[in-house]
């Protein structure tokens, strides 16, 4: 069975940074594309950032220069590390692969 645990949300200022994990189990994040999407009060869920097994990275335009995706294999884990945050981005942040997804974790940005 597939899990996906998320963790590293908070408050953090404007200008902050937030690194959220997405720690899977029953499938090995070297093998498979993992994403993370976001979903903000009264919006639809939107994509952010998408890692490929090859290691391929692919980020939305609102947080190109902003964001990273990474994973290490070793602890079968996706990151999200989030620099330069602005309110915009407080969002209910999830992680994916193929059709599962995790609980979300909360990120707020204050202003």
């Known amino acids: 069975q597939v899990q996906l645990v998320e963790s590293g949300g908070g408050l953090v200022q404007t200008g902050g940074s937030l690194r959220l994990s997405c720690t899977a189990s029953?499938?090995?994040?070297?093998?498979?594309?993992m994403a993370w999407y976001r979903q903000a009060p009264g919006k639809q869920r939107e994509p952010v950032a998408s890692?490929?097994?090859?290691?391929?990275?692919n980020l939305s335009v609102s947080v190109k220069g902003r964001f990273t995706i990474s994973s290490d294999n070793s602890v079968n884990t996706v990151y999200l590390q989030m620099d330069s945050l602005k309110p915009d981005d407080t969002a209910v942040y999830y992680c994916?692969?193929?059709?599962?997804w995790g609980q979300g974790t909360q990120v707020t940005v204050s202003s």
């Open positions: 994916s692969t193929r059709s599962f």
């Open positions: 890692i490929a097994p090859n290691g391929r990275t």
């Open positions: 029953g499938i090995s994040v070297g093998l498979t594309g």
